[in-house]
């Protein structure tokens, strides 16, 4: 079935600094990479997503990248600023599986 | 358009109680599904449904029961709640399985 790990569990950057999360997976017929942004006492909401026919998708300074040889895929966040300030989950889901199985997220701290 | 609905936002329950989450969304989404999050721990998959008549269990199934009679509702049914059920619970939709969670604003259950 399917597995995720995410790291770091925790990222502290200065304000301007890139930031990049990393999410490695098992099963090779995972197909669908979504990453999630939760900021303090809010639900979960999409940011971005990337499927298993691309290599990289961009979206102002947000981007994401998927190796699939290596089976991982990375969230990087550039010109940070305080306001993402957040928790940011990624998942996956596998071909075959109707199921959404999240990382254990990073808590990200933009100090100004 | 008001989204996923989650009711209540807080509950206190006793040990050995029962209790049912509720969730309605209006966006005609056939996937819906109940995760609950804990701290260091993500998100993790209660059950989930596909359509109207269809549910299937997630990660951590136990102790919850769920029933999907209609699109719009899928209730989470706590059937002898225990402390180790305190978390965060968030219900989430989408049109298909490889499009977007709309989460609801999550009920916070505390179980003494």
């Known amino acids: 079935g399917e597995n995720v790990e995410q790291h770091p569990s925790t990222l502290s950057v200065q304000e301007g600094d890139s930031a990049v999360i990393k999410c490695t997976y098992s099963?090779?017929?995972?197909?669908?990479f979504p990453w999630y942004k939760q900021e303090l006492g809010k639900r979960p909401q999409l940011i971005i997503d990337?499927?298993?026919?691309?290599g990289e998708k961009k979206d102002q300074r947000i981007a994401v990248t998927l190796n699939k040889t290596a089976k991982h895929f990375s969230l990087h966040i550039t010109e940070t600023q305080p306001e993402d300030s957040a928790v940011y989950f990624c998942a996956l889901r596998s071909t075959g599986f109707q199921k959404l199985v999240f990382g254990t997220g990073t808590r990200l701290l933009v100090s100004p | 358009n008001a989204g996923v609905t989650q009711t209540p936002k807080f509950q206190v329950l006793k040990t050995g109680q029962s209790m049912t989450l509720q969730c309605a969304q209006d966006?005609?989404?056939?996937?819906m599904s109940w995760y609950r999050q804990d701290p260091g721990m993500g998100l993790r998959l209660i059950h989930y449904s596909v359509g109207a008549g269809i549910t299937d269990q997630g990660e951590v199934p136990n102790g919850y029961n769920v029933s999907r009679s209609t699109t719009e509702d899928f209730p989470l049914r706590l059937l002898s709640a225990a402390p180790s059920q305190t978390s965060v619970y968030f219900c989430a939709s989408s049109y298909s399985r490889e499009e977007k969670l709309f989460f609801g604003s999550g009920t916070q259950l505390s179980v003494l």
């Open positions: 966006m005609n989404h056939e996937y």
């Open positions: 099963d090779s017929a995972s197909n669908y």
């Open positions: 990337i499927r298993s026919n691309v």
